[in-house]
């Protein structure tokens, strides 16, 4: 890494890059997460309007006797019901490929589609019917084990949400980090980019950038009207083979940087580091600057480019 001592010794009192290593280790944050990693009740309620018309016809169905029947006619009055059904068995896709037989020399397979229907056929609707009964949705309706299809939707969006936490996590980190980011660049009146590329930067400021893949978007690019500053973030609660990879591609993308007269700053963070301290060790020796949450709400991001470092 850089030393220097006038931002290491000073701010965190110590004195070479091992202790800083060191300080860095020993203030990892356990967690970082908000009471909006659990559920993002705006994207349920959002998803949730696009259907609920829809979805409030399905009610219809409720404790029908001759359910079968009440939802052919249903579909045939209301065709534009069957694009839910993915969603109603919590799932994204529209398309369906079901083994419904097999055997010695024998693997059959069935295809439904559900899409918003308009001038649907006998056979798609009998085959919309086929298969919500045989998923035992049309069974839960029957015997009012589902009482109102909107409240179950909602149940069954913030269960798919929930999938999303471990990309929230990630995009927690990127919303405290941009906190001070924006905060510096405001006070010192300098240019800052977030899921930066290479075409925005060359288009923005004239530079140039180079990358490993073109799809590569950087968290943050700060333009101090001297150097460039790209800064990525992400944050590791757990171990794992993704935090090696994930060190070894830094040094790759630092060498990259400097070569073209870029600077890098990784700032990363998460108990994860704790188990895997050989590769954060590694990519802390063979590039200028990694830190943590800790060390940036401490100034050293600041002062790091203040000085130009």
Not at 271 to 287: D, Q, Y
Request: a neutral charge.
């Amino acid at each position: 890494m850089k030393y220097s001592a006038a931002i290491f010794q000073e701010t965190i009192r110590c004195n070479d890059a091992k202790q800083v290593f060191a300080y860095l280790t020993d203030t990892l944050k356990d967690t970082i997460t908000k009471w909006d990693y659990f559920i993002n009740w705006a994207k349920v309620f959002d998803n949730i309007r696009d259907v609920e018309i829809d979805l409030n016809i399905l009610n219809y169905l409720v404790g029908k006797e001759d359910i079968e029947i009440e939802f052919e006619m249903l579909i045939k009055k209301h065709p534009s019901i069957i694009r839910l059904i993915p969603i109603l068995i919590a799932c994204r896709q529209s398309d369906f490929k079901i083994l419904i037989n097999y055997g010695y020399d024998k693997f059959e397979y069935k295809n439904y589609t559900f899409e918003n229907g308009r001038n649907l056929t006998d056979v798609q609707i009998k085959d919309t019917i086929e298969f919500a009964k045989s998923v035992g949705f049309l069974d839960l309706l029957k015997n009012k084990k589902i009482k109102n299809v909107v409240d179950y939707v909602i149940g069954v969006e913030a269960g798919l949400d929930s999938n999303g936490r471990k990309n929230r996590g990630g995009t927690t980190m990127e919303y405290i980090v941009e906190f001070f980011v924006r905060d510096i660049c405001s006070r010192h009146n300098w240019q800052y980019m977030t899921q930066a590329t290479a075409p925005k930067i060359l288009a923005e400021w004239g530079k140039t950038l180079t990358v490993d893949k073109s799809s590569r978007r950087i968290d943050f690019a700060i333009n101090n009207g001297t150097n460039i500053y790209l800064v990525e973030t992400n944050f590791y609660g757990g171990g794992g083979s993704k935090l090696k990879s994930t060190a070894g591609e830094y040094i790759t993308m630092f060498n990259y940087w400097k070569n073209d007269g870029h600077k890098f700053i990784w700032v990363t963070d998460g108990c994860g580091w704790a188990t895997t301290k050989k590769p954060l060790e590694e990519t802390f020796n063979k590039t200028d600057y990694i830190l943590n949450l800790d060390m940036v709400s401490r100034k050293i991001l600041e002062k790091i480019i203040v000085g130009n470092m």
